[in-house]
């Protein structure tokens, strides 16, 4: 939408001009006024318009050169003279200074203002186009290794980062090599304010690569939330229209457009390669050490069509190194693995409801379509009691129900789905119980402290054990110590 200022010091005109209706057909929408060249001048750099309307003769300056001021400002501000004088002399000058359009003021109508609004939304259209090639040119260049001086400018004090959106999901880790296409337009077109693509470029079957220019926030709190806030709608676009939930690599922002150049060499780097664990935005910082982020051989010993779930587990824990990326070539047995089986159909169901944009989240889908395979045979009640048997082991350790489900090698949800089930009560329950009964056979042998037995029982603290005893008890662990062991407790605690 663009901007508007019109300075006169006549109000009178200003009202005519600001009721006419051919601003809506050219998409001037914000019309902003001024009486006096200081007020102008406020208005102008505080709101930035792109179409200036100016009245030639205006007390205590003259239009001409409050123009000039408006040019260095900003250059590329469209200046529209209003005279009502129709001297060669003043047309003469204002042409020098770069300005092209001309209204007599006692002559302006719907049609002769919808003319010059015309020909400056066409030249802003031709200027956005030339801009638009210019900066594609210059990222694939850049891109590709070739240092060249860049035809683009950033505008005031306004900033420029390199994102680069890799396309992710079932189908990139099967092997469909199907490309997908984002459109230019639809990701130029985002109406988001204080970024604007400036420079687009496809790379690749799933890679997109974008120049932004943005009025960087002073607060840095501000300015995360302003980039996370414009790769969250730029994500949904791409899923929109790709199909695909993309993983964002964002540069750090530069002064201008030669600070990307080296950047767009690192960045190219990642183009191959599969995410390790689930992430949205990676930060330059976090991708900047090339080899120190991919893992290894990471090749199991068995033949794809061997494999089962506690092979995909396996798999699993290899990957928690601290390692971000895959490179894709070495997926080749996990792609063969997918075709030989029957997961497809249900990896695809999963990724509906959430997508798939890592190697840790597929497998995990994996794993689920194996619990889901055990579900249907019975396996729940074999689980449960497992887990029941890890708590009976381990209760005095810091343990929960995603800790037991990974030394199970099963999802925390599923295990929580089961246990609850099969036990009608929940896990965290099922533990707590387990210590407090544990702990009230060490009170009855009154042969330690309290605070022993808290630590014993896998209590955080005495103060947390005596709380927790009383609640279920009604009284006190102190108090408990003296009673005789065939002593009835009014609450009931579970006995396992």
């Not at 006549?10 to 006419?20: D, N, V």
Request: glycine share 8%; aromatic share 12%.
């Amino acid at each position: 939408m663009n901007r508007v200022l019109i300075i006169d010091d006549e109000i009178l005109t200003i009202k005519y001009l600001k009721s006419l209706r051919s601003w809506e057909k050219f998409d001037c929408g914000e019309i902003f006024h001024a009486v006096t060249a200081a007020g102008a001048l406020d208005i102008f750099q505080r709101e930035r318009p792109r179409i200036v309307f100016v009245d030639v003769r205006m007390p205590g300056t003259d239009g001409l050169v409050l123009s000039q001021k408006l040019l260095a400002e900003n250059p590329d501000v469209s200046i529209v003279i209003m005279t009502a004088y129709q001297e060669f002399d003043y047309v003469k000058e204002a042409m020098q200074m770069g300005i092209l359009y001309f209204l007599v003021k006692h002559e302006i109508t719907e049609d002769t203002l919808g003319g010059v609004l015309r020909k400056i939304t066409d030249g802003f259209q031709s200027q956005k186009r030339y801009e638009q090639i210019m900066g594609n040119d210059w990222l694939r260049r850049a891109w590709d290794g070739e240092k060249a001086e860049s035809a683009m400018r950033l505008k005031g004090k306004n900033r420029c980062f390199l994102l680069m959106a890799v396309l992710c999901g079932l189908a990139v880790f099967a092997g469909d090599k199907e490309a997908v296409y984002l459109k230019e337009e639809r990701i130029r077109e985002l109406d988001f304010p204080g970024i604007w693509v400036r420079a687009f470029s496809r790379q690749g079957f799933y890679t997109y690569v974008m120049i932004c220019e943005y009025e960087k926030p002073v607060s840095e709190m501000e300015n995360y939330s302003l980039l996370g806030d414009f790769t969250g709608r730029l994500g949904e676009r791409c899923r929109e229209d790709g199909g695909l939930a993309p993983v964002f690599f964002l540069s750090s922002d530069h002064e201008d457009y030669t600070g990307l150049q080296k950047v767009s060499q690192v960045m190219k780097r990642y183009c191959d390669c599969i995410l390790v664990s689930r992430e949205s935005v990676i930060r330059e910082d976090a991708f900047s050490d090339y080899e120190r982020l991919f893992p290894g051989e990471f090749e199991p010993g068995k033949k794809p069509k061997e494999w089962g779930r506690e092979d995909i587990a396996l798999m699993l824990s290899q990957i928690k190194s601290g390692n971000r990326y895959m490179k894709e070539k070495d997926l080749t047995h996990i792609r063969q693995y997918l075709f030989t089986g029957n997961q497809l159909p249900f990896l695809r169901k999963e990724e509906k409801e959430t997508p798939i944009v890592s190697l840790e989240q597929l497998l995990r889908a994996v794993l689920r379509y194996y619990e889901r395979q055990e579900e249907g045979k019975g396996a729940g009640n074999r689980i449960v009691r497992q887990a029941i048997a890890y708590i009976h082991s381990h209760y005095a350790e810091d343990i929960s129900s995603p800790v037991i489900a990974e030394s199970l090698q099963v999802s925390d949800g599923y295990l929580r789905l089961l246990f609850k089930r099969e036990t009608d009560c929940t896990v965290k329950d099922y533990i707590l119980n387990y210590r407090l009964e544990k702990a009230r056979g060490l009170l009855l042998q009154n042969k330690k402290k309290i605070y022993e037995i808290a630590e014993e029982c896998g209590f955080v603290s005495s103060q947390h054990f005596s709380r927790v005893f009383r609640q279920a008890t009604g009284i006190a662990p102190g108090e408990f110590k003296q009673r005789d062991k065939g002593a009835d407790i009014d609450a009931e605690i579970y006995r396992f």
